[in-house]
C-alpha cells in the first residue's frame, strides 16, 4: 500500500540538535562591535541567559537537547509528520514527488515553539523572573508565551503595530498564556516614545520592536530577552525539524533533490535545510535548496556586509545579506517574512552557492492563490508565510513536468492560518 504519512515514534525524536558551524566550507565570519559607541558584544550577557549564549558561541557540532526540553518537545506533538502530497501531486498532474514538513501541528500555530521551549527554560534554569520579545506577525510572541507560561515565568511582547492592528485574536492568545503585550512602538521605552513623536500612529516593523525589548531586557532586573530568528541558537534549536524529516526519509527509502521553504529571519528555512545541507558539504548530495521570499523584503537579495540586527543599533554587527537595518518595507500579510536581513548562518550558505531564492511580488495574490490550491487537496490552512513556501513547490513540480522529470521535493509548512482568515479573506476576496 501507498504510505501518505511518515510519523516517529516518541523515542525516534531526535536528542541532539544539529550545530553546522564545523562544517561550513569557511568559518562563519563572527559578530563583532562597531567601531563606535558602547560595546554591543559586552553586554549581551546581560541580555540572554546563559545556555543561550553559550548555544549562540557553540563550536561542537552535536548539542544535547536537555530531557525537560525533550519532555516539552514531546508535550507540543513532536515529532511531526511528514506527509506525501498526493492530493496536490494529482491535482499538478506532475510527475515530482512531494512531501511537506507539518510544523503546522503546533499548539501555537508555528514551528517558533521549537525554540520558544528551550529559550524559556534556560531563562528559568538560571532564576530569571521575566523575559520580553518583540514579535511581527504574532507567531513568535504566541510561541514564546506558551513556552514562559509551561515553565512558570512572565513575558512581556513588543507587537508590530502594522500587524497588532488586525489581528485582534492572536493578541487574546497571548494573553491567555498570560502575556503582556504592547503596541510597538510604544510609550514603555525611550526609543519607543522618540518613535511616536515623530509620528503617533507609526505602524513599526520588527527591527523596531527588537529595540524597544532589548531596551526593556537591558534595563531591568532578572529579565532577559528573546529573539526568535536569525541568530545561531535559534537555528541550531530549529535543526529538530531537519533532523526529523532526514530520519522519515529514511523511512520513506527517498533522499530529497529539492528542499524548500519560506525565508524572513531563516530559522523555518534553515531548521529543515541545515541538516540536508551539510550532506551536500561533506557527502556530495547535490540536493538544490530554495528560500521563498516576498519582493516587500528580500534580504538574500542585499548586499553580504555586517549590520545591526534591529533599527536602534543596539545589536552587535552580524555578517548577513541585508537591505539595512533602517530600510522601509511595505507590509504586507506574511508579515514574519518581513525583517530586513537574512540569519548569518544562511547567509554563509547562501554566499557558498548553496541557497536559491524565488521572490513573489507583494501583492501576494500569487502565493495566496496557491495557498488555496494546497487547502483545496491537501486539507490544512496554512500560515500566509507557508504560502510562499507552498507556492515555490508549487512552481517546482510544475517545472518537473514540463521537463519530465521525477524530482523528490520537500517542503515545510511552517505554520497553520487560523487566525490568518482576514488575510485570506482580503487577497482572495472572499465574502
Ligand atoms: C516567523 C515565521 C516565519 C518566518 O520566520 P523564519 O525565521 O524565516 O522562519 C515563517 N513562517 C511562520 C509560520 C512564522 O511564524
Known amino acids: 500500500m501507498k504510505r501518505d504519512r511518515y510519523e516517529l515514534s516518541k523515542e525516534e525524536m531526535p536528542d541532539r540538535w544539529y550545530n553546522i558551524l564545523p562544517d561550513l566550507p569557511n568559518p562563519l565570519p563572527p559578530p563583532k562591535d562597531p567601531e563606535s559607541g558602547p560595546s554591543r558584544m559586552d553586554r549581551l550577557p546581560d541580555v540572554f541567559s546563559k545556555g543561550v549564549l553559550e548555544h549562540e558561541m557553540c563550536k561542537e557540532r552535536y ?4 530531557k525537560e526540553v525533550r519532555e516539552l518537545y514531546l508535550q507540543s506533538g513532536r515529532p511531526r509528520p511528514l506527509i506525501r502530497a498526493r492530493g496536490l501531486e494529482k491535482k499538478l498532474n506532475t510527475p515530482a514527488k512531494l512531501y511537506y514538513k507539518s510544523e503546522f501541528y503546533s499548539p501555537t500555530g508555528s514551528h517558533k515553539v521549537n525554540t520558544a521551549i528551550p529559550q524559556a527554560y534556560f531563562a528559568k534554569q538560571q532564576g530569571i523572573e521575566r523575559m520580553t520579545t518583540e514579535t511581527g506577525a504574532g507567531q513568535w510572541g504566541t510561541a514564546l508565551a506558551y513556552a514562559c507560561s509551561l515553565v512558570g515565568i512572565d513575558l512581556t511582547v513588543y507587537w508590530v503595530r502594522a500587524a497588532s492592528s488586525w489581528k485582534l485574536g492572536r493578541r487574546n492568545f497571548m494573553q491567555l498564556y498570560g502575556a503582556e503585550v504592547h503596541d ?10 522618540k518613535m511616536l513623536e515623530d509620528d503617533p500612529e507609526h505602524e513599526g516593523s520588527l527591527n523596531i520592536a527588537i529595540s524597544e525589548a532589548l531596551e526593556d531586557a537591558a534595563s531591568n532586573d532578572n529579565t532577559v530577552y528573546g529573539l526568535g530568528s536569525v541568530l545561531n541558537h535559534v537555528l541550531l534549536h530549529q535543526t529538530v525539524i531537519g533532523l526529523e524529516t532526514k530520519k522519515q526519509f529514511e523511512v520513506a527509502e527517498e533522499y530529497p533533490d529539492t528542499v524548500i521553504s519560506c525565508l524572513g529571519g531563516g530559522s523555518n528555512f534553515g531548521g529543515l535545510a541545515i ?12 540536493t538544490k535548496f530554495i528560500a521563498a521570499q516576498s519582493q516587500a523584503a528580500p534580504n538574500l537579495e542585499g548586499t553580504y556586509e555586517y549590520d545591526f540586527g534591529d533599527y536602534a543599533e543596539q545589536t552587535p554587527l552580524l555578517k548577513m545579506y541585508t537591505l539595512g537595518h533602517q530600510c522601509a518595507m511595505p507590509s504586507i ?18 554566499h557558498e552557492g548553496l ?9 501576494e495574490e500569487y502565493v495566496f492563490k496557491r495557498a488555496k490550491m494546497f487547502v483545496q487537496t491537501e486539507g490544512f490552512l496554512p500560515a500566509p508565510e507557508s504560502a510562499y513556501s507552498i507556492a515555490a513547490a508549487i512552481d517546482e513540480a510544475r517545472e518537473c513536468k514540463r521537463k519530465k522529470e521525477e524530482k523528490t521535493i520537500v517542503f515545510n509548512v511552517s505554520g497553520h492560518g487560523f487566525m490568518d482568515m482576514s488575510g485570506y479573506r482580503e487577497k482572495l476576496s472572499l465574502g
Not at 277 to 283: E, L, M
Open 63 to 66: 548539542v544535547e537537547i536537555p
Open 184 to 193: 510597538s512602538p510604544s510609550p514603555h521605552t525611550d526609543i519607543g516614545k
Open 275 to 286: 541538516p540536508f545541507a551539510a550532506d551536500r558539504i561533506k557527502n556530495g548530495h547535490d
Open 333 to 350: 500579510k506574511a508579515d514574519g517574512l518581513r525583517y530586513h536581513a537574512a540569519a548569518p548562518i544562511i547567509s554563509a550558505l547562501k
Open 355 to 363: 541557497v536559491d531564492t524565488i521572490i513573489y511580488p507583494e501583492d
